[in-house]
C-alpha cells in the first residue's frame, strides 16, 4: 500500500469522510407535479446543492450523501416515508409467529453503464417513450428518467469545475497534473462510455451513491479496461490496485461511524470468478489483485465471495481461502454456481445468458446485476409441524405408517407456505407505496417498464424467504418417522404429551432422543433421505407460482442481522428434535450443539445432499467453525481447502469459515473490553463479536468446531 491510500485509510477509520449535507428548501408547489416529475426535479435540486468535496489525497472524486428530504438511494431507502411506516408495523415483529418483514438489496448494472454511459440510458428513455404514447402515468415516469440523468450530468460538471478550480489554485505540478486528470475524468463519465480504467472506476465510484449497495463483478466489467491499460502501457498493475483501494475505502465510509451497522461487512458485497457467458471460469489477473488490493487495507467494507466452479482451479480456491484465513476482519465468503445457475435455468427458466451473471449481495445473498431481491420475508417453517401436533392431533393418532402422518404434515406445510407467500406479496405491496427513481434508472427493465422498480419494474428480479427453523423440522420428522414408527421406542401419544409439558417428567425420552437421534449432518441415508424428503415438498409447492410480480419462488435460511430465528422459539414450543420451549430455532444449512457427530465431512456432504431440486439457491448459508490451528498450520488448512472442494464438487452450495475459539468467544462474553477486535462470520456477513446480541453470539458459540 503507498503513502497515499494509507493516509486515506487512516482517515475513513477515524472520521467521516463524506462532507456534511447541505439542506435544500423545495418549492411546495412541487406537491402539485406528477410524483415521480416531484422526485426527479427535488433529487437534481438537492444534488445540485451538495459541496464537492476531496482531499489533497484524493484522486477520485463523487462523495454525497442523501438527507431524506426526498426519496433517493433504494437500499437505505432514505427518504422513503411509506416503508418506515410498513416496518413499524412488521420488522422484527413476528405475524402469527410465521412471518416477518426484512430489507432488500439491489446492484446496478454497473458494465452497462461503463459500456454505453449515462448517454446510452438517455437513448432508452427516448426510445421507450414510443411505447407509451397515450399512457400519461408512464411518460411521466420517463420524464422524470430524462430529469434525473441530466441532474447527475449537472453534478459531474460541479466535480470536474471544482478539480479545476483546485488545479488553478494549485502551486504543487504534480498535484495539479493530477487535479486536471480528475477533471477530465469527470467530464467524460459517467455520461459517456469509459474507455480507460481509471475512468471506468471513476464512474463506479461516481455511481454509488445512486445504489449504494453491491459493486456486482468488478473483476469482469473492468477487465476489458485492465488488459488494455495494461497492453498499451497506460496502466501499471500497482496503480489499479491503488485505484481499486480508493474505491473500497470510499465504500467503507459510505457506512456513517454513527450507523449501528458500522462494523458490519453485509452493507456491501460483490462477487470475483464465477462462470463466464463462455462457460469458463472467470477468474483472471484482476481478481488477483482485487484479492490483493483488499487484504493490504483493514477494512471491513466492501466483503466478497469467490464463485467456484468445476473449472475453478484448485490454486485459486486456496488462494481465495489462504486470503480468508490472514484477513482479521473476515471479510471472505465462497458460493457455488453449480447448483444456483441450475435452479436458475430449471425454476426461474432463464437462459444462460441471464443465470450464468449472477452476483451476490448483503447476506451472501443472490442477485443479479441490474436487478433486486424482492425477498424480504423470513419465517418459521417449523410452526407448520407444530401446527400438525396440535391442530391434526386426532389424525396423526391414527397413522399407521409415517408416510401417512407426512402427508398430513405436508398438508399443513403448504397452508403455512402460502401464508408466507401471501405476506410477502403483501410486503411488496405495502413497499410499492414509495416511488423510487433515482435507483430504478440502473434496474434493468424499469426505463423499458416506465416503472420503479418498487412497484414491479425492475426485470431482474429475485423472490425469495428465508426460512428459520430448517434442520429443527428435518431432525424432527427423523425423530417421529425413528422413535414413533421403525424403531417404535414411544407412541405418538406419549411423544405429544411430553412436547406439552416441555419434556418435564420425560427426561429420560429427551436424553434417549439426543443420545439416539439420527440427526441431520450426519451423511446417513435415514436423515438425508428426510432433508430430501422436505426441500422436495417445497420444491412441489413451488411449481407453477409466482410472487405478485410474476417470479418464481426460491427459498434459503439465512437470518441477516436481526436474531429471527431466537424470536421465533421463544413463541414455539417444544419440538420432537429434542428442544425446549423457548429456545431458538437453528438457521442454515447447518447442525448445532454436537448434533453432528460424525465429523466435517459429512456434515458438509449431508449439507450438499440435502436438495437435489435446487429450491433452496435462495438466500442459503452454510457456517462451518474449525479450530484455530486448522488454519495456523499449512498442512491441515489444505487439507481444509480440500474439504470445501468436495464439499463443492458434491454440491454444496455455499460456505463461510469462522476460526475463532470457542475458549475465546466465552470469554469475550465475560470480559468484552478485552476482546474490541474480535471479529466473527454471522449469517453471510462478519461482525465485531461483541457488539452482537446476545442471542446471535449464543448462536456462533454453539456451533460445531471441527479439527481436521
Not at 401 to 426: A, C, G, V
Not at 474 to 498: C, G, H, N, P, Y
Not at 541 to 558: H, K, M, V
Request: net charge negative; aromatic share 10%; proline share 3%.
Amino acid at each position: 500500500m503507498n503513502e497515499r491510500i494509507a493516509r486515506l485509510e487512516k482517515k475513513v477509520r477515524e472520521e467521516e469522510i463524506y462532507p456534511p449535507v447541505v439542506a435544500v428548501s423545495y418549492d411546495a408547489f412541487d406537491e402539485k407535479l406528477a410524483e415521480p416529475m416531484r422526485i426527479a426535479k427535488r433529487l437534481t435540486e438537492y444534488m445540485a446543492a451538495q459541496p464537492v468535496v476531496f482531499s489533497d489525497d484524493n484522486e477520485l472524486v463523487g462523495l454525497m450523501r442523501f438527507d431524506g428530504s426526498v426519496e433517493s438511494d433504494l437500499f437505505p431507502r432514505t427518504g422513503h416515508t411509506k416503508i418506515r411506516e410498513a416496518f413499524a408495523q412488521y420488522y422484527n415483529k413476528p405475524q402469527e409467529n410465521l412471518c416477518t418483514m426484512e430489507w432488500q438489496h439491489s446492484n446496478q448494472d454497473f458494465g452497462k453503464l461503463l459500456r454505453i454511459g449515462l448517454k446510452g440510458l438517455r437513448a432508452e428513455v427516448v426510445e421507450a417513450r414510443k411505447l407509451f404514447i397515450g399512457n400519461q402515468e408512464r411518460l411521466n415516469f420517463l420524464a422524470a428518467f430524462e430529469m434525473m440523468i441530466r441532474g447527475m450530468a449537472r453534478r459531474a460538471d460541479q466535480n470536474a469545475a471544482a478539480c479545476r478550480e483546485a488545479a488553478a489554485k494549485c502551486t504543487d505540478p504534480i498535484r495539479k497534473k493530477t487535479l486536471l486528470r480528475m477533471a477530465a475524468n469527470c467530464a467524460k463519465v459517467p455520461m459517456n462510455p469509459a474507455s480507460s480504467f481509471e475512468e471506468a472506476v471513476q464512474a463506479v465510484y461516481f455511481n454509488f451513491h445512486f445504489l449504494a449497495d453491491s459493486i456486482g463483478r468488478p473483476d469482469q466489467y473492468l477487465y476489458p479496461y485492465y488488459q488494455q491499460g495494461i497492453a498499451d502501457g497506460t496502466l501499471s498493475r500497482e496503480r489499479a490496485k491503488e485505484l481499486l483501494q480508493e474505491l473500497f475505502i470510499m465504500i467503507h465510509g459510505w457506512t456513517p461511524i454513527t450507523s449501528s451497522n458500522r462494523d458490519r461487512g453485509a452493507e456491501s458485497h460483490f462477487v470475483i470468478g464465477g462462470y463466464t457467458i463462455d462457460h469458463e471460469d472467470g477468474f483472471n489477473e484482476l481478481s488477483d489483485l482485487i484479492l490483493d488490493a483488499m487484504l493490504e487495507c483493514d477494512l471491513i467494507r466492501p466483503q466478497v465471495s469467490l464463485r467456484w466452479n468445476k473449472k475453478t482451479p484448485r490454486e485459486v480456491l486456496y488462494k481465495v481461502m489462504d486470503c480468508s484465513r490472514k484477513d482479521k476482519n473476515k471479510r471472505f465468503a465462497f458460493v457455488n454456481d453449480e447448483p444456483r445457475i441450475n435452479a436458475f435455468l430449471k425454476i426461474r427458466k432463464l437462459p444462460w445468458e441471464e443465470a450464468y451473471d449472477y452476483i451476490m449481495v448483503g447476506c451472501n445473498e443472490p442477485a443479479f446485476q441490474g436487478g433486486i431481491s424482492l425477498g424480504g420475508n423470513t419465517v418459521n417453517i417449523v410452526r407448520s409441524l407444530v401446527n400438525t401436533l396440535n391442530d391434526r392431533r386426532q389424525e396423526i393418532l391414527e397413522c399407521e405408517q409415517f408416510d401417512d402422518f407426512y402427508e398430513i404434515f405436508q398438508q399443513e406445510l403448504f397452508r403455512d407456505l402460502d401464508t408466507i407467500l401471501d405476506y410477502s406479496n403483501r410486503f411488496n405491496m405495502l413497499r410499492s407505496r414509495d416511488c423510487n427513481v433515482l435507483s430504478s434508472l440502473f434496474l434493468e427493465g424499469c426505463i423499458q417498464r416506465a416503472q420503479s422498480a418498487t412497484r414491479g419494474g425492475a426485470a431482474r428480479a429475485m423472490f425469495c424467504a428465508h426460512l428459520m427453523g430448517g434442520t429443527n423440522l428435518i431432525d424432527s420428522l427423523i425423530i417421529i418417522k425413528q422413535f414413533v414408527f421403525e424403531e417404535k421406542r414411544v407412541s405418538m401419544q406419549e411423544l405429544l404429551t411430553a412436547l406439552d409439558q416441555d419434556w418435564e417428567g420425560f427426561e429420560n425420552l429427551r436424553g434417549d432422543i439426543l443420545r439416539h437421534g439420527k440427526f441431520f449432518g450426519n451423511n446417513d441415508d435415514f436423515s438425508n433421505a428426510m432433508a430430501r424428503r422436505f426441500h422436495t415438498s417445497l420444491y412441489e409447492f413451488a411449481q407453477g407460482r409466482t410472487d405478485i410480480y410474476g417470479f418464481p419462488l426460491l427459498f434459503g435460511n439465512l437470518t441477516g442481522y436481526n436474531w429471527h430465528f431466537a424470536r421465533y422459539g421463544a413463541l414455539t414450543q417444544a419440538t420432537p428434535d429434542g428442544r425446549v420451549a423457548g429456545s431458538a430455532l437453528l438457521f442454515g444449512s447447518g447442525q448445532a450443539e454436537g448434533k453432528d457427530r460424525d465429523g466435517a465431512t459429512s456434515q458438509l456432504l449431508a449439507a450438499a445432499r440435502m436438495d437435489p431440486t435446487g429450491i433452496m439457491c435462495g438466500d442459503t448459508i452454510m457456517n462451518l467453525s474449525v479450530e484455530e490451528k486448522v488454519v495456523q498450520n499449512d498442512e491441515s488448512f489444505d487439507k481444509l481447502v480440500s474439504l470445501v472442494e468436495t464439499y463443492f464438487q458434491a454440491g454444496g452450495l455455499h460456505i463461510q469459515l469462522n476460526h475463532v475459539s470457542r475458549e475465546d468467544l466465552l470469554a469475550a462474553k465475560t470480559d468484552p473490553n478485552a476482546y474490541k477486535s474480535l471479529r466473527v462470520r454471522v449469517s453471510g456477513f462478519s461482525a465485531t463479536f461483541i457488539k452482537l446480541d446476545e442471542r446471535i453470539q449464543d448462536n456462533v458459540i454453539a456451533r460445531t468446531e471441527y479439527h481436521l
